[in-house]
């Protein structure tokens, strides 16, 4: 896959007595651009000058070095065991002699100095002593690193590089907003969504309806005209298990009543999101706030939002069954001016959108407008991404009697729980009692 990315360069300099951590040196480098370059939009570059540097007459080896891969370096990486190298004319050594080059130009070093053992007979003494001259000079004006053993060098070294690979970015982040025009990065946006997960825009308007029964108490239980058949009961374990009992549902009246009630009050609140950027987004949480002005906002779930029509035989079994409210009290309860929920994505990947399955459902006691504020997490942002939605309730509302109810209900009989009562047809059935909101 091809994309755009920007290039840091790390210089590995070292005398010849460590190529082994010269090599797990490149590896860090190249795992860490396995796992991060196509997501960062970042590639870590190894420089060494045996593989970038090129043969040339008529200047000193280390001049050579220097103009060609030294000076090119972002960050430098010195390694140090028993010998510090062998001298260039201008310093004691071509690894010093880099480490101060870099240094100079106000780049990142990073040092390391080997604390393994060393066959006595492979010291060179001359050179260790240069060695500790450099940590003399060198420990007071600066943060080292030392190992006892390769695997804690690959250890520090990995760990360290990102730290400052992150320093480095917030470095040069001033100043580039060319690059950062071209550069793929994780945008996500957030927008309503009607009950089919289609993009409704950062701006909705709903509209539900808010109906009282001034005498509740006056809807009758309920009795069936008809003969009630009891169920014989049946013999066996398997059978016991499954046995139901039937009785004539004497709330039926009043959950039907809470039913309709609910049904016109709660909405499904859906959203639908979209990466419009070039790099995918994993653990995405969205935190959401609602704000209202006038602090009569309900939220609820959708699992207490019951969409199953109360039926008039009421059935049971021994592990249970559904319950339904006998009084809009349960289910429509004081108001709040500020309510929060979240939604939670495993991953998004660019360009891709969908609307989660609605988790709450809202609902007002009066017309009423929202601010929803959203801040968005990922681990592809640096920070959380705050967006804004704005939600008008328009609520119709109604007094009726219980006889009003009890029309209702007779015209809407058993039906399918999707059938709700029309602003027209509580508007009939509120007659003169009717108050707009």
């Not at 390769?150 to 990995?158: G, P």
């Not at 059935?315 to 006998?326: A, E, H």
């Amino acid at each position: 896959m091809v994309f755009p990315a920007r290039v840091f360069r790390i210089l590995i300099a070292s005398p010849s007595d460590v190529i082994d951590e010269r090599e797990i040196a490149v590896k860090i480098i190249q795992e860490w651009n396995d796992l991060n370059s196509a997501e960062r939009q970042l590639v870590l570059l190894p420089l060494r000058w045996e593989t970038h540097s090129a043969p040339e007459y008529g200047q000193r080896p280390q001049a050579i070095i220097n103009r060609q891969v030294v000076d090119n370096c972002d960050i430098l990486v010195g390694i140090f065991w028993t010998r510090i190298g062998t001298p260039t004319g201008l310093a004691d050594s071509g690894t010093l002699e880099e480490i101060e080059r870099v240094a100079s130009d106000g780049k990142t070093v990073m040092l390391y100095f080997s604390q393994m053992k060393q066959d006595p007979e492979k010291i060179d003494i001359e050179q260790l002593a240069k060695l500790r001259d450099f940590k003399k000079k060198t420990f007071p004006n600066a943060l080292v690193e030392g190992y006892s053993s390769h695997i804690e060098f690959r250890d520090k070294l990995a760990k360290q590089i990102e730290i400052q690979i992150r320093t480095l970015i917030a470095g040069q982040s001033d100043g580039e907003e060319e690059f950062a025009e071209i550069t793929p990065k994780t945008d996500i946006v957030i927008h309503f969504a009607d009950e089919l997960g289609t993009n409704m825009g950062s701006q909705l308007e709903i509209e539900t309806a808010y109906c009282e029964v001034m005498d509740f108490e006056n809807i009758p239980d309920y009795v069936q005209t008809g003969n009630v058949n009891a169920l014989a009961r049946p013999e066996g374990v398997s059978s016991w298990l499954s046995y139901v009992s039937s009785n004539v549902n004497k709330d039926y009246y009043r959950q039907m009543a809470t039913h309709i009630i609910q049904q016109s009050f709660y909405k499904p609140l859906r959203f639908w999101l979209k990466n419009r950027g070039g790099v995918g987004a994993r653990d995405v949480y969205i935190d959401i706030t609602l704000q209202s002005e006038k602090g009569n906002v309900i939220l609820i779930p959708r699992s207490q939002c019951s969409s199953s029509t109360p039926t008039q035989v009421s059935s049971s079994t021994l592990l249970g069954g559904g319950y339904s409210p006998n009084n809009p009290d349960e289910v429509i309860r004081d108001g709040r001016d500020v309510w929060n929920t979240n939604i939670e994505i495993r991953a998004l990947q660019p360009q891709r959108e969908l609307s989660p399955s609605s988790e709450v459902s809202i609902g007002a006691k009066e017309s009423c407008e929202i601010l929803i504020r959203s801040r968005i997490f990922a681990d592809t942002l640096p920070e959380p991404v705050i967006q804004e939605l704005k939600l008008k309730i328009k609520v119709n509302k109604f007094i009726i009697t219980a006889a009003d109810m009890m029309h209702m209900i007779t015209d809407l009989g058993n039906k399918d729980d999707s059938t709700r009562p029309s602003s027209s047809t509580s508007s009939a059935r509120a007659k003169k009692h009717r108050r707009s909101s």
